[in-house]
Each structure stands twice: as structure tokens, then as C-alpha cells.
């Protein structure tokens, strides 16, 4: 019998897209669906019988969600392979600043993000290691009695099946044993703090593809952009005034500013400084209070090329 408990998820950012690399971080996790697909052809059409021939194996797909609980040293390791741009700066001896942002450029011909190997155990002989990772999406959330709440859509060039790392040898962060919870978290919009906002998903698609060729092999030969980053974010508030629901029929541009905080300095502020409602659809249930489901884009503010930034503080010096 194998236990999802007794599994891990070790991290370790890679030199060379699809090089695999020993994993060096480890992340709790709440769950994890990664997973290869085998795609398959057929090679004859008429062939003298009413039996099924026998199909060819073709190209091999990893993809597949983590859903992790938003501890401050996990969290930066999906920030950095998600947005892909940091920039660190010591706060004290033991405390670093960073603040991520999207790429203004691909980090190679063959990798427009960072990559990074996967290596997941499931309690099962072995661990499979994805190598090649990047960050397909990356989709963070909150809302009363939960954690911040972070699920990175992977896709990876191939997998492996190796010895698992020993027990010992996995540690998960334990400063701050805890991640990121819904009670400390603080929202503003136009820098004006409110209490309204019952619950938030904010989502980063990147946008991305693999892209198979005739390199000898049945892993993807890269992974590139379909599109440009887009940035959207979601939530329930309370309808108490007009004033969203004006800036919705006015296209007015909103800054949303969304931190939450531990003790001993930890801290992640989400910075939205252009957005603007694409959606805010009113409507009565029933007898009970008013909410508005809300749909807002972000757009890249004058002098930058991100339309987000995130501020984390934690102990790790770099990524």
C-alpha cells in the first residue's frame, strides 16, 4: 500500500533545459497530478483483415498541477520559474527582499522560462524525475479559512524513473514552518485599503506550448510562447456602493495591491498597478446580501514590462 503522505516533491533549477538535476528544495504539497501520456498513430489503413493492426508509439507528453500551501521558501521557487525575472537585495543578515516580475526576453532558443526538474515520489519503489519544467501557468488564490494557495500547470520535457532521495535527506522549509494564511491577508484598490473582497484568484498564463521535431527522439524539442503573458484576476466582493461597478462601465484603471504576512519579516505583496474590470456582472440570488463576481485585466504599466510584481521576503539569497 503506498500513501500520498509519505510522498515528497523535491525542486532543483537546471544549467541546461532537460538536463535533469538532483533536487536540492523540497515543497509540502496539498496535491500533485503529473503525469506522461504516450501519443500513439496509426502506420496502415488497408491491410486485408477486419482485426485491428498494431499503432506505433509516438510523441511523450509530461504535464500535469501542483497545488501547494504558499510557505514563503516554496513560494519563491514557483515565483522564479513562473515569472521568471528576480531581483534580490539583503534586508539583514538572514532576511532577502525579492521582487519578481514576467521576462522581457526567452531565457533560450529552446526555454523561454526558467527550468527547472521535478523530482516526485509517490511511495511507490521509485521517484519520477520531469526534467525540463516550465511553468505553464501559475494560479495563486485565497479566501477565508485557507492558505494562500498556489497551482503551478507544469509542462516537462521528459521523465525518469530513479532511486528515491533518502528520507533524511528530505526537509521541508521549517522557517516559518507555516505558509502564507487567509488572516493576515490585507487588499487595496486605488491604494485605499477595503474589506470587501471575500476571496481572490489571481492567474499568470504564460501562455506556453511544447513543440515536438525530427531530432531523433519522442521528447519535445523546445517550448515556446503562443501568445504574450496575460495576467487576470478574480474575486467575490461584497456589493455595497457603485463605485467598481462605475469604474467597470468607465473601463477605469484600478491598482490592486494584495499582501500577506508572517512573523520574523516574511512577507508577499502582490502589486497589479493597472487593471481594469473586464467583467462585473450584477445580479440578485435571493433574499441574502449582494456580491459581484468580478473578472479584471492587467496591463503593463508606463516605464515597466511586467503588469505584475511580487515582493517576497524570506531567508533564501537567491534563485
Same mark, same amino acid.
Given at each position: 500500500?503506498?500513501?500520498g ?22 515543497m509540502?504539497?496539498?496535491s500533485?497530478n ?5 501519443d ?10 477486419l482485426?485491428?493492426?498494431?499503432d506505433?508509439?509516438? &510523441?511523450?507528453? $509530461? ?5 501547494? /500551501? %504558499? ?5 519563491? +521557487? ?10 534580490s537585495?539583503?534586508v ?24 527547472y ?13 520531469y ?9 495563486l ?21 530513479k ?10 522549509p521549517?522557517?516559518p514552518g ?19 473582497i471575500?476571496?481572490?484568484? &489571481?492567474?499568470? $498564463?504564460?501562455q506556453?506550448?511544447?513543440? /515536438? %521535431? ?5 521528447t +519535445? ?9 496575460m495576467i487576470?484576476?478574480?474575486g467575490?466582493?461584497?456589493?455595497n ?29 502582490m ?6 474590470y ?8 435571493g ?10 485585466k ?7 514590462a511586467?503588469?505584475i510584481?511580487?515582493?517576497?521576503r ?6
Amino acid at each position: 500500500m503506498s500513501y500520498g503522505m509519505l510522498g515528497y516533491i523535491g525542486v532543483a533549477k537546471e544549467t541546461t533545459w532537460g538536463t535533469p538535476v538532483t533536487a536540492g528544495s523540497f515543497m509540502e504539497a496539498m496535491s500533485e497530478n503529473l503525469s506522461t501520456a504516450l501519443d500513439r498513430f496509426d502506420t496502415r489503413n488497408i491491410f486485408n483483415s477486419l482485426s485491428e493492426p498494431d499503432d506505433a508509439v509516438g &510523441l511523450q507528453r $509530461n504535464e500535469g498541477d501542483i497545488v501547494i /500551501p %504558499a510557505n514563503p521558501e516554496a513560494l519563491g +521557487l514557483l515565483l522564479s520559474a513562473g515569472l521568471g525575472l528576480v531581483a534580490s537585495t539583503s534586508v539583514t543578515a538572514t532576511y532577502w527582499n525579492h521582487v519578481f516580475q514576467t521576462r522581457i526576453n526567452d531565457v533560450s532558443s529552446l526555454n523561454p522560462l526558467p527550468a527547472y526538474t521535478y523530482e516526485v515520489f509517490r511511495d511507490v519503489t521509485s521517484a519520477q524525475q520531469y526534467a525540463g519544467g516550465q511553468v505553464r501557468q501559475l494560479v495563486l488564490a485565497s479566501q477565508p479559512n485557507q492558505d494562500l494557495r498556489v497551482t503551478a500547470t507544469l509542462l516537462a520535457k521528459s521523465v525518469l524513473n530513479k532511486a528515491r532521495i533518502a528520507a533524511a535527506s528530505v526537509l521541508f522549509p521549517t522557517t516559518p514552518g507555516q505558509p502564507f494564511t487567509f488572516d493576515t491577508c490585507s487588499i487595496a484598490i486605488a491604494g485605499a485599503a477595503t474589506d470587501r473582497i471575500e476571496g481572490f484568484t &489571481l492567474t499568470i $498564463n504564460n501562455q506556453l506550448e511544447g513543440v /515536438p %521535431a525530427l531530432n531523433n527522439s519522442t521528447t +519535445l524539442a523546445r517550448v515556446h510562447r503562443t501568445g504574450p503573458v496575460m495576467i487576470n484576476l478574480q474575486g467575490t466582493i461584497s456589493f455595497n456602493d457603485v463605485s467598481e461597478f462605475l469604474d467597470f462601465m468607465n473601463q477605469t484603471e484600478r491598482a490592486f495591491s494584495i499582501s500577506f504576512s508572517k512573523a520574523n519579516s516574511f512577507l508577499c505583496v502582490m502589486n497589479l498597478q493597472r487593471c481594469v474590470y473586464q467583467a462585473f456582472p450584477l445580479g440578485q440570488q435571493g433574499r441574502g446580501r449582494n456580491t459581484v463576481s468580478f473578472d479584471a485585466k492587467a496591463r503593463v504599466p508606463v516605464g515597466s514590462a511586467s503588469a505584475i510584481a511580487v515582493q517576497l521576503r524570506n531567508n533564501t539569497s537567491a534563485y
